[in-house]
Every structure is written in structure tokens, then in C-alpha cells.
């Protein structure tokens, strides 16, 4: 029997692989959580593009001599996910879209925000993330440290730019492939479901929507865990 094919693990906007930890324990199978470049262990500089960034994905997985994965990308993840799955469809065993929608448009008055008054900016992204508090404020915590960590660029308006700036996902759609889920949280203030609908057309996507808000892995991590485990044992060889 083939080995299964990993799973890909792409985080958002100012977050690195450690945003997936609350669900993946729960994963019975082989999966790989990348950092971006400039975010959390990966070090160097952010990629200016959702394009290059996909293209940095396949550069990542040949690099580990992966041939085929699923694609597993939250938020700006996502839209990586997507672009990678389209520029090598072949390669992408199925595409899963956590907190997305297409445009993914950043309102100006965050973008302003975020350039003068970083800090402020990101406890405004963490309060709209989630459907009720979090006493704990790790994903608070987590996106301050890699603000922090970065000392040459402001990575979060970088982040929240190539999101509002990306306008392929439509093109990108008709070229993939794959078998393609939306995971949406029905409690999503930053990218709302009924403003997924158009993409999850263009890709014949099954949705599943959760009661959560947009930070999907910290409040619903065990029903998408479930789910990728059933998408796992959909794409075993």
C-alpha cells in the first residue's frame, strides 16, 4: 500500500504553525505545519505576494521530497493554499479553506491602524477573531511575540495587505482540481460565510460551517479535526 499523502498546514495573517496546536493532537495522521518566511522559526524576510508564497510552499514540500499533499490553509493560509493548489494541481491531493472568502478585504481604517498603532491593532483583530472571550489571550500573546520578533518590517500590515491586495482566488479556482472543502465558523466577523459563497461555487466545494468565530482552531478544534480526519481517509491512495 502507498504511504498516505501529508497534510499541509498553512496559518494566517501574524501567526505561525503554533496556531494549529489545539487540534493537532487530536490528528491521526502524517501533517506538516509550516512557517512562512518572516514568521515564527522560518526566519528571513516575508514574500511580497500570495503568489510567490504558494510557489514557496511546492519549494518547501520538494525540499522535503513530498510529491502530493492536501493543502490545509486558515485565513491568509488559505488563499496560499488555493494558489498553490492551482499552480500544480496535480500535486494538490484536496484543498481545505478554513476562515475564508473571497475578496478577503482588509477595511482601510485597520490598515491605518495596524501602520501607526501596531498593538492596538492586533487586540482589535483579537477580539473580532472570536465568537467569546479567551481568558488565556494566547493567540494575543502569539501575535505580539512574532510583531515583536520582526525588526524590519511591520508583518502585520504586511500580512493584512497581501490579503486585501490578492485578487486571483476566482481564476485560481477554475484551475483546481482537487476536491475542495470550506470550513467556515458561522460566529466569523472578519470573513463571514455568506461572503464565501461565490468561492465555494467556483470550486464545487462541500462547506461545513462551525459554531465559531474566525479563530477556528482555538474554538472548534475538535470538529475540524474530525472533519480532516474523514478528508484523510477520503484521499488515501
Known amino acids: 500500500m502507498k504511504p498516505s499523502v501529508p497534510f499541509v498546514l498553512l496559518h494566517g495573517a501574524l501567526n505561525d504553525h503554533r496556531v494549529w ?3 493537532t ?10 512557517d512562512l518566511p518572516g514568521h515564527g522559526a522560518a526566519g528571513g524576510a516575508p514574500l511580497a505576494s500570495i503568489g510567490a508564497l504558494a510557489d514557496w510552499v511546492w519549494q518547501a514540500l520538494d525540499a522535503r521530497g513530498i510529491d502530493r499533499a492536501v493543502l490545509v490553509g486558515h485565513s491568509m493560509g488559505s488563499l496560499i493554499a488555493l494558489d498553490a493548489a492551482a499552480r500544480q494541481p496535480a ?3 484536496a484543498l481545505v479553506m ?10 482601510p481604517a485597520l490598515l491605518e491602524l495596524a501602520a ?6 492586533i487586540a482589535l483583530i483579537d477580539d473580532y477573531s472570536r465568537s467569546q472571550p479567551d481568558p488565556a489571550q494566547q493567540l494575543l500573546q502569539l501575535m505580539r511575540e512574532l510583531q515583536a520578533a520582526q525588526h524590519t518590517t511591520n508583518l502585520l500590515v504586511h500580512d493584512l495587505r497581501l490579503c486585501d491586495g490578492y ?14 472543502h470550506l470550513i467556515l465558523g458561522a460566529e466569523d466577523r472578519m470573513t463571514p460565510p455568506r461572503k464565501a459563497q461565490a468561492l465555494g461555487e ?3 466545494a462541500t462547506t461545513h460551517v462551525l459554531p465559531a468565530g474566525h479563530a477556528l482552531m482555538a474554538e472548534a478544534p475538535q470538529a475540524i479535526a474530525t472533519l480532516l480526519t474523514t478528508i ?6
Open 167 to 180: 485578487a486571483d482566488a476566482l481564476t485560481s479556482a477554475a484551475a483546481v482540481t482537487a476536491p475542495t
Open 202 to 204: 467556483a470550486l464545487r
Open 116 to 121: 501607526n498603532r501596531p498593538d492596538e491593532a
Open 25 to 34: 493532537s487530536a490528528l491521526p495522521f502524517e501533517f506538516l505545519a509550516l
Open 21 to 23: 496546536a489545539p487540534l
Open 91 to 93: 500535486r494538490a491531493a
Open 98 to 107: 478554513v476562515g475564508s472568502c473571497f475578496p478577503m478585504r482588509v477595511a
Open 232 to 237: 484523510h481517509e477520503e484521499t488515501k491512495p
